[in-house]
């Protein structure tokens, strides 16, 4: 399964995304890793609507993007090779069988299968636009272990902090309600892709988790990414100001 990679770059914005969570696919041989449908399509499958919305930002951008082609409960390609949810046993609270007893050789097979061709994938993007920013597109759910989520955005970040602040005054002038390293924090490590990428490459880079909520049909997330559009397309101008 290779990733999905829209190869939309006109010229006119240098930036790059990237959707590590873009799909809840599992290969029929894994019989879902011993789940229902119904959890496989759920969040802890996949980042609700991050696809439609990066695929439509991409569209109206003109920019490149790849997608990752597989459920994050194969491989997690927003993680750490050493981390312990690299493959999960729990998600969220939800055991997954499949994952339970995985043994040296089928991890290496799915990191071969799943996760290595989406980060080539990044790569070979960032080579081809060696001025770009790196955006990583997320989702989150509303609510979490009984914890509500109360706002629209998110801005991730461990560094390029005026990048960020940037990022989200536009994304709050576009009627959005927007939180810093929430509902998850840079700091503490949890963009892997995007740092791991903006660093090899010495580009700025950002995540942004967006409320599902909002996400649930293509037409809403297309709308959502149409208010997004002019805060993200001012991003690289900025990154570039930032460096000199």
């Given at each position: 399964?290779?990733?999905?990679?829209?190869?939309?770059?006109?010229?006119?914005?240098?930036?790059?995304?990237?959707?590590?969570?873009?799909?809840?696919?599992?290969?029929?041989?894994?019989?879902?890793?011993?789940?229902?449908?119904?959890?496989?399509?759920?969040?802890?499958?996949?980042?609700?609507?991050?696809?439609?919305?990066?695929?439509?930002?991409?569209?109206?951008?003109?920019?490149?993007?790849?997608?990752?082609?597989?459920?994050?409960?194969?491989?997690?390609?927003?993680?750490?090779?050493?981390?312990?949810?690299?493959?999960?046993?729990?998600?969220?609270?939800?055991?997954?069988?499949?994952?339970?007893a995985v043994d040296d050789d089928e991890r290496s097979r799915r990191l071969a299968r799943f996760y290595d061709p989406y980060h080539t994938?990044?790569?070979?993007?960032?080579?081809?636009?060696?001025?770009?920013?790196?955006?990583?597109?997320?989702?989150?759910?509303?609510?979490?272990?009984?914890?509500?989520?109360?706002?629209?955005?998110?801005?991730?970040?461990?560094?390029?902090?005026?990048?960020?602040?940037?990022?989200?005054?536009?994304?709050?002038?576009?009627?959005?309600?927007?939180?810093?390293?929430?509902?998850?924090?840079?700091?503490?490590?949890?963009?892997?892709?995007?740092?791991?990428?903006?660093?090899?490459?010495?580009?700025?880079?950002?995540?942004?988790?967006?409320?599902?909520?909002?996400?649930?049909?293509?037409?809403?997330?297309?709308?959502?990414?149409?208010?997004?559009?002019?805060?993200?397309?001012?991003?690289?101008?900025?990154?570039?100001?930032?460096?000199?």
């Amino acid at each position: 399964m290779q990733p999905v990679t829209l190869s939309r770059a006109t010229g006119r914005v240098p930036l790059v995304l990237s959707c590590e969570h873009a799909s809840a696919a599992v290969p029929p041989e894994y019989d879902n890793l011993g789940l229902t449908a119904a959890q496989v399509t759920d969040h802890i499958g996949w980042d609700i609507g991050a696809a439609a919305v990066t695929a439509a930002l991409s569209a109206r951008l003109g920019v490149p993007a790849v997608l990752s082609a597989a459920s994050r409960l194969l491989v997690d390609c927003n993680r750490d090779l050493g981390d312990r949810d690299l493959i999960p046993h729990v998600s969220h609270g939800v055991e997954v069988p499949g994952n339970a007893a995985v043994d040296d050789d089928e991890r290496s097979r799915r990191l071969a299968r799943f996760y290595d061709p989406y980060h080539t994938a990044i790569d070979t993007q960032l080579a081809n636009h060696p001025e770009a920013l790196l955006l990583s597109m997320h989702s989150f759910t509303p609510e979490l272990n009984g914890c509500a989520r109360p706002f629209d955005v998110g801005v991730l970040f461990d560094c390029y902090d005026d990048l960020a602040q940037s990022l989200a005054r536009g994304v709050a002038a576009a009627g959005f309600a927007v939180r810093m390293n929430e509902p998850y924090s840079g700091l503490e490590g949890l963009i892997f892709s995007a740092r791991s990428h903006g660093r090899r490459h010495d580009i700025p880079y950002l995540e942004l988790e967006i409320n599902n909520r909002l996400l649930r049909r293509d037409d809403d997330a297309i709308a959502v990414a149409i208010r997004l559009a002019d805060a993200i397309a001012s991003l690289p101008n900025q990154a570039l100001r930032h460096k000199r």
